[in-house]
């Protein structure tokens, strides 16, 4: 849909990690030329310790003309709003009728911009104060809400909801069209996503929201019910400084005996095969452990037999070499288990490009391919 356009997303030091990288992939996802702009340098320290990465710092950002800004939350908006040449692109875009969108504290640029008196608007709830002040209207219980080519919301959870707002935004400042369907392609299905510590926080993340925000139900699938389980990054792989998130539904348990003992009970609020429409497995070290979860690997068995789209992402594979659904098929994966794949004695086809579908299974590289990868699952979807 906006193939053709060009979009600005800034970062700085403690940026929230969801919010910069659901900006940048989702817009690129949707066709997008995306910029990240920095103020200093190209390298940030996010606010889980993960690496965010600018394309240009302001001062040596080329003239050019943007469709939109996207303004994620988190610390980085205090340090932005202190750089006139972050302000004046704002406001440029909100002068051109363009794009205006922010999250979370990211409203804190669109402020110092001068644009929200008299306008409607949400953000985080530790400013909305600071909205009320300039004169924002703040409308109770709403947790993104657009005013004309502003679109604002509170938390990461609520991304979901901003990118639909900002989509019709797009549809209706450029006359295109959403994509057929949107935002209702996943609706009324169940997708499992499997997480253990140090699980890919990107990915999780990112594969998540994207359910929800084609209208379905993305679930985490682990150990336990109301299991913690600490994601991991790029700087924090076994996940001792990453995310903490709860399980959703228990992976299935073979051999548990049905009567009435505890571990029975436990079990009953297993995830079957019934429920869900799809399964995601990201990557990340989680995959080194949960590889050998029984309940896991007989599930992806049956969604196999099933016909189940069986989507994994860079190290997501490993899971799939113990689940014995690869003999035969051609998969990517992460670059640090392609000789694996290569050398294995059964045969399995590796293909070096971003996404390989293979009937319903559907495999990428990493984390930068997530845009494509999720394409590939509503291409699948649509068929």
Not at 164 to 181: C, D
Request: hydrophobic share 40%; aromatic share 6%; glycine share 10%.
């Amino acid at each position: 849909m906006l193939e053709g356009m060009h979009f600005a997303v800034f970062v700085e030091e403690n940026t929230n990690p969801t919010e910069y990288n659901y900006c940048r992939l989702r817009l690129k996802e949707a066709g997008a030329r995306v910029t990240v702009i920095g103020l200093t340098r190209l390298k940030y320290r996010l606010e889980d310790y993960s690496p965010g990465y600018a394309d240009v710092m302001i001062d040596e950002l080329p003239q050019t003309s943007f469709d939109g800004v996207v303004i994620p939350g988190g610390l980085g908006p205090e340090k932005l709003r202190l750089n006139q040449k972050v302000i004046d692109i704002v406001r440029q875009c909100h002068q051109a009728g363009k794009l205006c969108a922010a999250i979370c504290h990211g409203q804190q640029v669109l402020i110092s911009a001068g644009i929200l008196r008299g306008v409607k608007a949400t953000a985080a709830w530790s400013m909305m104060d600071d909205l009320r002040m300039v004169g924002a209207i703040v409308p109770e219980g709403v947790r993104a809400v657009r005013d004309g080519n502003i679109v604002t919301a509170v938390f990461p959870p609520d991304l979901p909801e901003f990118f639909r707002l900002i989509l019709r935004v797009m549809a209706e400042m450029t006359g295109r069209q959403v994509p057929s369907g949107y935002p209702d392609r996943l609706k009324s299905q169940t997708w499992g996503i499997v997480v253990d510590d140090a699980s890919d926080s990107v990915q999780v993340d990112y594969l998540r929201l994207r359910v929800q925000e084609e209208g379905g139900k993305g679930v985490l699938l682990g150990r336990g019910v109301g299991k913690e389980v600490r994601l991991g990054s790029p700087n924090s792989e076994w996940g001792d400084l990453g995310w903490r998130v709860v399980v959703d539904r228990a992976l299935p348990q073979p051999g548990v005996i049905a009567s009435c003992d505890h571990d029975a009970e436990f079990n009953s609020k297993a995830i079957s095969l019934r429920e869900l429409d799809g399964i995601i497995l990201p990557g990340g070290l989680a995959t080194w452990m949960i590889r050998g979860h029984p309940g896991l690997r007989q599930l992806l068995q049956e969604m196999n037999a099933a016909g189940k789209p069986i989507g994994a992402v860079e190290r997501g594979p490993k899971i799939l070499v113990m689940s014995g659904v690869l003999d035969g098929r051609t998969i990517t994966c992460a670059p640090q288990m392609k000789d694996d794949i290569i050398q294995s004695v059964t045969p399995i086809h590796y293909r070096d490009e971003p996404v390989v579908v293979d009937g319903n299974l559907i495999t990428g590289r990493g984390s930068e391919d997530l845009p494509q990868f999720m394409q590939a699952i509503l291409n699948r979807i649509r068929k």
